[in-house]
């Protein structure tokens, strides 16, 4: 075979085989096939697409360019949760101490951030001593006797989307529905979970910027997942605005912590409570809300979350730790009304310009840095009020300070907001 020849055949729209996907992919993780051609063929998918069954070998092509996590030893259904990407997606800090506070386990692989959207463990990892890198037998080890783990993904899982995300994303080819979706659920099935859920989210904020790509997504997944015969649900959730208060890393510690103590917005707290709710059935519990939402109330989830904590190396007291920034900006409404737009997009880039986020791989994040939004979409303003605080180790000019509150749209209309838009199961 001729890497070439693949490459013209689904540019001219045709069906690759079983067997030359494999071939594809075996040869671009042996370096064979080279980032060139690589690159090419994901233009060429990016515009001619993939039927189901191709989208199905790509991805098994990539869970086997890897080792594969055995989880058999620990009991139960073990339940994993990805979320193709957000703006204040502080969802796993909660939810993974949530559902193992029901004594489902939770062994979880989460990945960093890159441009405007955050990662999970960069947001551990703002927590002092908190470790990442944990050894296979260590994981398994760690769910069985503390009931949840949240690790980084091995260098040896998944090798294929490590290389192939990489090109994807200086190629202007990652928002494209097959290759995101083999991305995702080849890292959940290499991961070992029985169950997943998935919480694809939509809007400016999301890769997917439509309600009808995010749920055709969801259901390309969902297929996937069960066709290796792992129950999987997707939650298609909105992404237009950034999810909860805080965008930066210890920022949204000290929110998920919050939440934990039943200090959380209601809006935040009712969305974590009915992914809890989806997770927990996929573990085989049915549990209520109101029973669910007593577990952050009543510290169950808080005491899990500093097991997690204390258990991969973190200073337990560092989580309640306060930010502390060079300059502190409080910016203000200038008129009255109801809050109808926070563009995701715009506040992610301005939080990694504070430091928050990188916009290339090696870029080095500053923890406290970001934004705390005391108003949300939907909340009454009146002239003079505060909006949100920027915490900043770089001085920020008042023209962004302007711009800021520019991107912060009043309208004299209340808008209604809706956290999960749509399940996927
Ligand atoms: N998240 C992933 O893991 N992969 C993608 O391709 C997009 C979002």
């Known amino acids: 075979m001729r890497a070439v020849d693949l490459i013209q055949k689904k540019r001219d729209g045709y069906e690759l085989t079983t067997q030359e996907i494999r071939w594809l992919i075996n040869g671009y993780v042996a370096g064979d096939v080279p980032d060139y051609q690589m690159s090419a063929f994901a233009m060429a998918t990016y515009f001619k697409g993939m039927t189901m069954r191709e989208t199905r070998d790509l991805t098994m092509a990539m869970v086997e360019s890897g080792d594969q996590l055995d ?17 204040g997606d502080k969802v796993t ?10 004594g489902i386990p939770v062994a979880k692989m989460s990945g960093r951030g890159l441009g405007h959207t955050g990662g999970t463990l960069d947001k551990l990892e703002s927590i002092k001593g908190y470790q990442i890198e944990v050894t296979q037998a260590d994981f ?9 783990a949240v690790i980084g993904q091995s260098e040896n899982m998944v090798k294929a989307d490590k290389l192939l995300y990489a090109l994807r994303d200086v190629t202007a080819t990652v928002d494209i529905m097959p290759l995101i979706a083999s991305s995702v659920m080849s890292k959940k099935i290499a991961a070992g ?15 997917m910027k439509n309600l009808d790509d995010a749920q055709a997504l969801s259901e390309t997944m969902v297929k996937l997942g069960r066709e290796v015969g792992r129950q999987t649900v997707a939650a298609v959730t909105d992404m237009s605005q950034p999810l909860g208060q805080a965008i930066g890393n210890r920022l949204e510690v000290l929110e998920a912590v919050a939440i934990m103590q039943g200090q959380g917005r209601t809006d935040i707290t009712n969305f974590i409570c009915q992914l809890a709710q ?9 549990v209520d809300l109101v029973e669910i939402k007593n577990h952050l109330t009543n510290g169950s989830a808080l005491q899990k979350f500093e097991d997690l904590v204390a258990a991969q190396g973190g200073e337990v007291s560092d989580i309640y730790r306060p930010v502390k920034t060079e300059y502190i900006y409080e910016v203000r409404a200038d008129k009255a009304g109801y809050i109808s737009a926070l563009p995701a997009l715009y506040f992610g880039h301005f939080a990694m310009e504070l430091g928050a986020g990188r916009s290339v791989k090696t870029d080095q994040l500053d923890y406290d840095a970001g934004i705390m939004f005391e108003k949300k979409v939907g909340d009454t303003v009146f002239s003079g009020d505060l909006l949100a605080k920027i915490y900043s180790n770089r001085k920020i000019p008042q023209k962004k300070i302007t711009e800021f509150v520019k991107n912060v749209t009043i309208s004299d209309e209340k808008t209604a907001t809706q956290e999960i838009l749509t399940i996927i199961d």
């Open 140 to 148: 398994i080890r760690q769910v069985q006797d503390k009931g949840l």
């Open 193 to 207: 979970a029985d169950a997943i859920l998935l919480d694809v989210t939509v809007g400016n904020g999301a890769f």
């Open 71 to 87: 989880l058999s030893a620990i009991a139960g259904i073990k339940v994993d949760k990805h979320s193709t990407g957000g703006v």
């Open 93 to 102: 800090l909660i939810l993974a101490p949530l559902v193992a506070s029901f």
């Open 278 to 286: 989806l997770m927990l059935k996929l573990g085989g519990r049915d």
